[in-house]
């Protein structure tokens, strides 16, 4: 995937190039009803693979719920919480029977024992390989942080799995504009080395709205009709 794509991220680290009619689809397909709909702590409760799939994966604590919820219009769709590694399973979630949110427990948080750890992150790697409705990924950072190894090594996974990918800023309203600019370019040289990562990152406020519009409509091309 390159930056010539028009539904990709540009430079500006906004998505660009999508029409009025594209971001009014986006608009009108995380307005329908989005419920969740299974959870799966270990490979074998995955639910049946039919509809498309997007995966939501980040830190602890990274905001992964907030944007969630952010960009289904709703506060309590997905839980959130101040105590990092509260999601302990695969959450999924149906948006209108077209598009399937993939809720991913958070890395990265090392309260729990290292076999449970383990586990999840096994279940984790065995869903990406093998999950044939899995159309994207979206790597979520913290704007604050930048890239950890952690989050390397998440992209390192999707790289293998051959799992396009974006990686997307979160809490951008936390940071002045000059360190989100640091903060992009420094992400966007570390994504070079990964071939199945889109070039330029999507930055994101779940708090003040900005980058959802578009972030909805990119989505929204890889629904279901």
């Not at 991220?9 to 397909?29: D, I, K, Q, V, Y």
């Not at 919820?69 to 506060?75: D, H, I, P, S, Y």
């Not at 000059?178 to 903060?183: H, T």
Request: with cysteine.
């Amino acid at each position: 995937m390159t930056s010539s794509n028009s539904t990709g991220p540009t430079s500006t680290g906004l998505m660009s190039g999508f029409s009025e009619e594209a971001l009014e689809a986006g608009r009108l397909l995380f307005a329908k009803e989005c419920d969740f709909k299974w959870g799966a702590q270990t490979p074998d409760q995955l639910p049946e693979a039919d509809l498309p799939e997007v995966a939501f994966a980040g830190r602890s604590n990274v905001g992964k719920s907030s944007l969630v919820n952010a960009l289904t219009g709703r506060k309590t769709l997905a839980r959130t919480s101040n105590t990092p590694g509260r999601t302990q399973q695969l959450n999924f979630f149906d948006l209108g029977g077209r598009l399937k949110l993939v809720d991913m427990p958070g890395y990265g948080y090392a309260k729990e024992s290292k076999e449970k750890v383990e586990a999840w992150n096994d279940m984790v790697r065995r869903y990406l390989k093998g999950r044939v409705t899995l159309r994207r990924a979206l790597v979520l950072i913290d704007s604050r942080h930048g890239l950890k190894p952690n989050d390397d090594e998440i992209m390192t996974m999707l790289d293998k799995a051959a799992v396009p990918y974006v990686v997307v800023l979160t809490k951008a309203d936390k940071v002045r504009s000059q360190e989100l600019a640091e903060v992009t370019k420094r992400c966007e040289a570390g994504l070079k080395k990964h071939p199945a990562a889109f070039p330029q990152v999507h930055i994101t406020s779940s708090e003040k709205g900005l980058g959802i519009a578009e972030l909805r409509a990119s989505l929204a091309a890889l629904a279901a009709e």
